[in-house]
């Protein structure tokens, strides 16, 4: 599967971004979906992850209640919307889907087997 992020740029603090992952090759809704982030020195950690049928979202703690994951299935497309950023939030974000078509969600890096090039988001303070 090839997937194809796009969104990221430059926001203040306090802005918002939606990033968009277009996947070709797989369907959206045949695997578990997720979003990483990674800045210069550091594992890339998890962000949000959403079940294959879109049933069950889970996010990380810095992320809750900011940050919401959605999918498009028409679009083959799953969307990032970030919102309230802040400086801890830069970083290049990354689309992953999963290896395995469960029905579980799915937010351990190891069971991701196909990324994207990934995005750049910067906040600015």
């Known amino acids: 599967v090839q997937l194809v992020e796009s969104g990221g740029g430059l926001v203040q603090a306090g802005g918002s971004l939606r990033l968009s992952c277009a996947a070709s090759g797989r369907t959206t809704s045949s695997y578990p979906m997720g979003w990483f982030r990674q800045v210069p020195g550091k594992e890339r950690e998890f962000v949000a992850a959403i079940s294959r049928l879109g049933s069950t979202r889970h996010y990380a703690d810095s992320v809750k209640g900011r940050f919401t994951l959605s999918r498009d299935g028409a679009k083959n497309t799953v969307y990032l919307q970030m919102n309230s950023l802040n400086a801890e939030d830069t970083a290049v974000y990354y689309c992953?889907?999963?290896?395995?078509?469960?029905?579980?969600?799915?937010?351990?890096?190891?069971?991701?087997?196909?990324w994207g090039q990934g995005t750049q988001v910067t906040v600015s303070s």
């Open positions: 992953a889907a999963a290896s395995a078509a469960v029905n579980s969600i799915v937010t351990q890096r190891r069971d991701f087997d196909s």
